[in-house]
């Protein structure tokens, strides 16, 4: 079977403005780079040079081009609507196909959908299909906005912001006030021991709502880098680090305006109170909630749970600092309603409680290639997938494996008995079998795969996303080594 290549181009993947994309996905794609290629097969002649196939061509409206034929007595070419549209796709085959046979040194024009076959399909020569690129769209105009230091400091201190915070005094005028994490924390922790709500700061209204605003967390850094004398001290960051107890939303007061659900849920004697989570209408396991009770919204199922220093179990996620209510309320012996949404207990548990039959899909990249080499190996080691990841959960906690690339927050502290949800759990996992795989001797491969020359990119690796050819032919689950060797 013939396979081809575009002779002449070095450019970058970004200026390939088309494709021959053969209908064998075993077989990699053939990338149009320049305006001008010459399309060679990989069959060489007596000479050992590259037998010719055909000249393309791009056109000027760059989404056409012309097809010569540079060696058989005639190339064969099914002239296809534009495969952009499912339905003109659909009447050319059933109507508009026209076999159009391309003699030695003829040239006729393509077009995006239009289907080559360099051959007799009896022969075995492949099919093609001619694929445009989409036209990058290029911005002629950049908006440039300036913006004064003196508008991005926290309101209390009066410094740039530092992991900052948004509140919302009215949840329905958008009016929102920017605080430092760790000051507004230390204020919400005065206000709640000193009133029945919490005041702002700065226009004393009652606050509502509180969340970290990852947005100006962005804009923060680029001040700092654009004037390092607004840069707070070492000692200053950790102190202010250590008053931070923000992670996730809070709902610290829901106001007057209730929804019908919540409405039912009000206590029997009607005091007016919104009742947001089960233990502001009841106590469990000797707790109950007040007005001044600060609410946390589960990120499951939207639900409500009191945000408490000294639960019995965690409440977040430690892997991503969101909210889960499963395991606080199945501690609490609490179960969910209509009025109150309580997820399963199954979103927010230990590590070592977590288990996985199949690999996750985040494994090596999103590879399948090396996922299927990975599984492979396990098999033929004849143990389970959860024992080899137990085996390398232990290692974690042991201090044995080095968690620079471990992409979870807190990384550092994690250990198998860490709350963690279960996105958090493939991520880790991901990472672990990384590991497995980078420690296994190479006689440990499948045969396949011990042939393999590793990648100079290694795991950051992009063309592995795109290139089926290249993500089978290079191992991907190594060091990136770009200019510590050569071709």
């Known amino acids: 079977m013939e396979k081809g290549e575009a002779s002449g181009s070095s450019s970058s993947s970004d200026d390939v403005w088309a494709k021959l994309v053969p209908l064998n996905s075993s077989y990699p794609d053939i990338e149009l780079r320049l305006n001008e290629e010459t399309i060679c097969s990989d069959i060489k002649t007596p000479p050992c040079e590259k037998q010719v196939w055909c000249q393309i061509t791009r056109e000027k409206d760059h989404n056409s081009a012309l097809m010569k034929n540079k060696w058989l007595p005639r190339i064969v070419y099914l002239c296809f609507l534009s495969c952009c549209c499912p339905f003109a796709m659909l009447l050319s085959r059933i109507d508009l196909t026209a076999n159009l046979f391309v003699k030695e040194d003829d040239t006729s024009p393509i077009r995006c959908g239009s289907e080559m076959i360099l051959g007799s399909v009896a022969d075995g020569f492949l099919r093609y299909v001619f694929k445009v690129m989409p036209a990058k769209e290029i911005c002629k105009k950049q908006l440039k906005i300036t913006l004064d230091p003196e508008h991005a400091k926290c309101s209390i201190c009066l410094n740039v912001w530092h992991d900052v915070v948004t509140a919302a005094p009215c949840l329905h005028n958008f009016w929102l006030l920017v605080f430092s994490n760790g000051c507004f924390s230390e204020w919400l922790k005065r206000s709640q021991e000193r ?15 509180v969340g970290r605003n990852h947005f100006l967390h962005s804009i923060e850094e680029d001040i700092l880098q654009a004037d390092s004398s607004l840069r707070r001290s070492d000692e200053e960051l950790v102190l202010l680090d250590s008053c931070s107890t923000i992670k996730s939303p809070l709902v610290v007061s829901r106001g007057k305006n209730m929804s019908h659900k919540r409405a039912r849920a009000q206590s029997a004697e009607g005091s007016g109170r919104d009742l947001s989570c089960p233990q502001c209408d009841r106590e469990y396991g000797g707790f109950q909630c007040n007005e001044r009770t600060v609410h946390l919204q589960c990120q499951a199922c939207s639900g409500m749970m009191p945000s408490r220093s000294n639960a019995p179990v965690p409440q977040h996620c430690l892997g991503c600092d969101r909210a889960f209510c499963g395991a606080y309320w199945h501690a609490m012996g609490a179960a969910g309603s209509d009025a109150y949404p309580v997820c399963n207990q199954e979103t927010l548990k230990p590590i070592a409680a977590h288990s996985l039959t199949r690999l996750p899909f985040l494994a090596h990249e999103k590879n399948r290639h090396e996922q299927d080499i990975t599984e492979k190996c396990i098999r033929q080691m004849g143990r389970p997938l959860q024992d080899v990841i137990s ?13 620079t690339r471990l992409l979870l927050n807190h990384s550092e ?30 006689h440990c491969l499948p045969q396949e795969a011990q042939q393999r020359e590793d990648c100079w990119y290694g795991y950051a690796c992009r063309t592995q996303h795109h290139n089926e050819e290249h993500a089978r032919k290079r191992n991907h689950v190594c060091r990136p080594s770009r200019g510590a060797r050569t071709p």
């Open 391 to 403: 085996e390398w959960i232990r290692k974690m906690s042991n201090r044995e494996v080095d968690r």
């Open 195 to 209: 009133r029945a709500s919490v005041i702002c700061p700065q226009c004393r209204s009652v606050v509502q709502f």
């Open 413 to 442: 502290t994690i250990t198998s008995q860490t709350y963690v949800c279960g996105e958090c759990y493939d991520k880790l996992v991901s990472f672990l079998l990384y590991w497995f795989r980078i420690t296994l001797p190479k």
